[in-house]
């Protein structure tokens, strides 16, 4: 069973940084298509932070650009955040979410995963 584990989360004051990791793991990978983060802070909707295109391309949400930054490991199936610049309005609990192909018995089919969530508070 394919499950996305994220970790890095914590609390940090404003101006501080924080590091998010997500790793596929489990299952049968065959290729991981799609992967990104989104947020949720309380009373709101989910919302993209900043995730990776079919084509590999980098796509950001406007209230993060020029301060948080994605990269990833095409072989580790993992994908990083790293956030910089942190403000109070930051503060959310971030999801992991990617598209991956399994390889199962009766072919590849591709699904739509989610991590647990993780908890960044920027506070001072």
């Known amino acids: 069973q394919v499950q996305l584990v994220e970790s890095g989360g914590g609390l940090v004051q404003p101006g501080g940084s924080l590091r998010l990791s997500c790793e596929a793991t489990?299952?049968?990978?065959?290729?991981?298509?799609?992967m990104g983060w989104y947020r949720q802070a309380l009373g709101k909707q989910r919302e993209l932070v900043a995730g990776?295109?079919?084509?590999?391309?980098?796509n950001y949400g406007d209230s993060v650009k020029g301060r948080f930054t994605i990269s990833r490991d095409h072989a580790k199936n993992t994908v990083f955040l790293q956030m910089a610049s942190l403000r109070p309005e930051d503060t959310a609990v971030y999801y992991c979410?990617?598209?991956?192909?399994?390889?199962?018995?009766?072919?590849?089919?591709?699904?739509?995963?989610w991590g647990q969530g993780t908890q960044v508070t920027v506070a001072s």
């Open positions: 979410n990617a598209e991956i192909i399994v390889a199962t018995t009766e072919g590849l089919y591709e699904y739509d995963y």
């Open positions: 990776y295109t079919f084509a590999n391309n980098t």
């Open positions: 489990g299952g049968s990978i065959f290729r991981t298509n799609v």
